[in-house]
Nanobody, 124 residues
Framework: QVQLVESGGGLVQAGGSLRLSCAAS????????MAWFRQAPGKQRQFVAA????????RYADSVKGRFTISRDNAKNTVYLQMSSLKPEDTAVYYC?????????????????WGQGTQVTVSS
């Protein structure tokens, strides 16, 4: 079973950029579609972006389209989330997740493996 560890979070000013990484362990990383979710205090965990097993298909929440880019490097067992033009509304704990389904899905319950999360704080 794949295991996930996020890194790269921190404090940044509005308009700035951050790059999150999700390092995966296990021999079957390439068999999983991957996604990023985020959760702000007092709110539900929300879908951010997802990517197919070979990286050929991506999906984004409307709130981040044009600003965030998800990518993966299967040779390095790593998924990335490049975030630019950051807004205070992007402040949240960001989680990496894995889905064994062949489809690229956006539902919280579609993902069975989760990382521990990394904090992103955007100041105004």
């Amino acid at each position: 079973q794949v295991q996930l560890v996020e890194s790269g979070g921190g404090l940044v000013q509005a308009g700035g950029s951050l790059r999150l990484s999700c390092a995966a362990s296990g021999r079957t990383f390439s068999n999983y579609a991957m996604a990023w979710f985020r959760q702000a205090p007092g709110k539900q965990r929300q879908f951010v972006a997802a990517i197919s097993r070979n990286g050929g298909i991506t999906r984004y929440a409307d709130s981040v389209k044009g600003r965030f880019t998800i990518s993966r490097d299967n040779a390095k067992n790593t998924v990335y989330l490049q975030m630019s033009s950051l807004k205070p509304e992007d402040t949240a704990v960001y989680y990496c997740a894995a889905d064994g389904n062949i489809a690229v899905r956006s539902g919280l319950l579609d993902y069975s493996v989760w990382g521990q999360g990394t904090q992103v704080t955007v100041s105004s």
